[in-house]
């Protein structure tokens, strides 16, 4: 469904080479972004009749569009606009599920720079709804997964809009988060941890 | 939030006169297409805290991007792609919406070439999931506005497929789908439909 980028780079107009042969994408996920991964997943997930999960498409603001006789439209003049929700939602089983998936280089921490304010505020009016949103965030060095619901990133948004770190540590995501164990297929069972999170909220209700 | 164009039409690059003036759109919806009053809708939901529901944008295919200098991306060649789900999803109460609005000129019947394929498949995969899949249908030419179920639209999808009409008639709007009527905030209070189908749904099973 979706065009596959090598390296986790965006789409550029110059093709990056191919670092990686064929035959090593089949053994590794190196070189696969956790946008692929988590795509191929809900790709898992939706034929398998688990859920219904799709990322939105960019927003996009155009500006101007040429209408070349009977051919199709082309857009000439557009831009990539913020988008004003998370990445991904759908329905699990009846439950509304929301959330953004981050991945980072760093080892021993997640930068909150790679949240969006109006993201957290997003997950917040969605939780309010009874919704269930959450992050998925990838160190992808370490290829470890963590699942944390909006409830506890609330906590560590709020600490540092009180001047506190800027960042969750790996060691916070073992402690607060739940971790996503990569497979084959499904690639990042993030609904594993879904289950487990509900299994919690409805023990504590 | 989205950016509103008079008269129905899509955004073109020559701007459109108005025909109406700022005085005639207090008093009457005329001019304004269904996906306006939708979006306005939402906006009421969102700020009452009713619900969560948002429109998702165009999916457009993208070419060619430059990178200006210091500049923002401008994207210089790209397509429109066909959606592979419905136009709005979110979260009511923690249920799971996923509607398309339609509307229509026509003061008998829906045409039903107004719905894709893949949007009644994406439809039923949703309330396989124990989501409330429908569509919102507006004979705008009588302003009557009516909540189809994805169950009931199912039966006159596959009417049609094994040879039948094209098309829903008013009157089966009328017997078979729930009617909502329009007022001036929120503008098309659809979730008062998804109230009366969660009842008749509930007290079925």
């Not at 505020?121 to 709804?129: C, F, G, I, S, Y």
Request: hydrophobic letters at 30%; aromatic letters at 12%.
């Amino acid at each position: 469904m979706s065009i596959r980028y090598p390296n986790g780079k965006r789409y550029q107009p110059t093709s990056p080479k191919k670092t990686a042969s064929k035959k090593d994408y089949s053994f590794s996920n190196r070189g696969k972004t956790l946008e692929d991964e988590v795509n191929e997943t809900n790709d898992y997930y939706l034929q398998h009749k688990v859920a219904v999960i799709h990322k939105k498409p960019i927003p996009i603001q155009i500006v101007k569009v040429d209408y070349p006789g009977r051919a199709r439209a082309v857009i000439r003049e557009a831009y990539y606009r913020t988008p004003s929700t998370t990445d991904y939602n759908g329905v699990y089983n009846g439950y509304y599920l929301d959330f953004e998936a981050k991945e980072t280089k760093n080892k021993t921490s997640f930068p909150l720079q790679n949240v969006h304010e109006h993201q957290v505020l997003h997950m917040r009016q969605v939780a309010e709804q009874n919704g269930i949103a959450f992050l998925v965030v990838a160190f992808s060095t370490l290829e470890r997964y963590f699942f944390m619901s909006s409830q506890t990133l609330d906590l560590y948004w709020d600490r540092m809009n009180q001047g506190g770190r800027k960042s969750i540590t790996l060691d916070e995501f073992e402690q607060t988060g739940i971790e996503i164990t990569p497979g084959y297929a499904p690639r990042v069972p993030y609904l594993d941890a879904v289950d487990l999170y509900l299994t919690g909220k409805e023990s504590e209700e």
